[in-house]
């Protein structure tokens, strides 16, 4: 079974506008993390965002912010005002504690921002 | 900022030969990771090490070796390379797995071809 799903290949965004990128996850583990990476065309994959399995808040960086629900098993990506340069590949990926450091990717959505 | 590099952004090399992708981080990470990248497989781990001269498999570890002889240095080794080790090959970091957030950052990644 897939231990993260992203189900939307592409997506398409209007500049200016916020836009939401889906993750849900599978796990037995109670405790965990979840992050959320870009990969421009350049190739680097940069972090962005991390939610922990135990946090009370939603986890929030500049524009973006994480949707956790945890009964649900999702931890959905928000960016807010989108920009040209946000188009880009985004990986959901997961943490299990009794994985140690190991991460598991969804995926990915490939993203672009139209003018 | 977390600096991971990778020896060579693009590598072309012949089936058979043996083939060796550098990787060093700058911050004193304990642990590190080798991953490929393929269209619609998504990041699959290969090898990773949480100290000097300690390794794991990954998911996918045929095909590949790889050597920690010092913290900051992990190197990605194909015996023989093959055609179908044409990949993108991106290496991380992270601080350890003790720590609850434990964020990878990756470095630039090598795109490979092997003719």
């Known amino acids: 079974a897939q231990k993260i799903t992203q189900t939307q290949p592409g997506m398409f965004v209007q500049e200016k506008e916020a836009v939401t990128l889906d993750c849900t996850y599978d796990t037995s583990d109670p405790s965990y993390g979840l992050f959320w990476y870009k990969q421009p065309s350049s190739g680097e994959m940069i972090f962005l965002i991390y939610q922990g399995s135990y946090d009370q808040q939603n986890a929030t960086e500049g524009r973006y912010s994480l949707n956790f629900q945890k009964a649900r098993k999702s931890a959905n990506l928000v960016i807010s005002a989108s920009q040209l340069g946000d188009s880009a590949m985004y990986f959901c990926a997961m943490r299990e504690e009794n994985q140690g450091g190991k991460l598991i990717f969804g995926q990915g959505t490939e993203l672009s921002v139209k003018p | ?115």
């Open chain 2, 1 to 115: 900022d977390v600096k991971v590099t990778q020896s060579s952004r693009y590598l072309v090399k012949r089936t058979g030969e043996k083939v060796f992708l550098e990787c060093v981080q700058d911050m004193d990470h304990e642990n590190m990771f080798w991953y490929r990248q393929d269209p619609g497989l998504g990041l699959r781990l290969i090898y990773f090490s949480y100290d000097v001269k300690m390794k794991e498999k990954g998911d996918i570890p045929e095909g590949y070796s790889v050597s920690r002889e010092k913290k900051e240095r992990f190197s990605l080794i194909l015996e023989s390379a093959s055609t179908n080790q044409t990949s993108m090959y991106l290496c991380a970091s992270s601080l350890g797995r003790q720590r609850s957030t434990d964020t990878q950052y990756f470095g630039p990644g090598t795109r490979l071809t092997v003719l």
